[in-house]
């Protein structure tokens, strides 16, 4: 399988409710609670492309670009955005969707970088 084939096959989509008890006291998701989503999302991608052990080493920039209210779905992806030779990024976007009505906003951004380690905790290759 080619680099972009391995990238396109480990693309991850997940869909969820913004339910009231992952809501601040403005009524929209906690920034915590997206990070989380977007860091497993992240995860499950990096580990669908490698087939090894990735642990995060860092987020980077993430843009918080609309609210999220109760209410609403959310669809999280994630894409293989660089591949180095023991650290992969990882792109995750989260879209807003109301619940009874159609269309969808792009709500937040962010890259996730994630190293493969060894049984030693050690790096190791992704790409072999």
């Known amino acids: 399988m080619t680099l972009d084939e391995r ?3 480990s693309e991850t989509r997940i ?6 008890n992952t809501t601040n006291h403005y009524d929209t998701l906690f920034g915590g609670t997206a990070m989380h989503m977007m860091d497993e999302v992240a995860f499950i991608t990096a580990t669908r492309f490698s087939r090894q052990v990735m642990v995060t080493v860092s987020s980077d920039k993430i843009d ?4 999220i209210p ?7 992806i994630g894409r293989v955005s660089h591949v180095g030779n023991t650290s992969l990024k990882v792109d995750v976007e989260i879209y807003i969707e109301q619940m009874y009505a159609e269309g ?10 994630f190293v493969a380690i060894d049984e030693h905790k050690k790096p190791v290759r992704i790409v072999k």
Do not use: D, N, Y
């Not at 918080?64 to 609210?67: D, L, V």
């Not at 969808?104 to 970088?113: D, K, P, Q």
């Open 7 to 9: 990238i396109q096959a």
């Open 70 to 76: 109760a209410g609403t779905i959310v669809e999280l």
């Open 104 to 113: 969808r906003e792009l709500a937040i951004h962010g890259s996730f970088t």
């Open 15 to 20: 869909f969820k409710a913004v339910f009231p």
């Open 64 to 67: 918080f670009k609309k609210p």
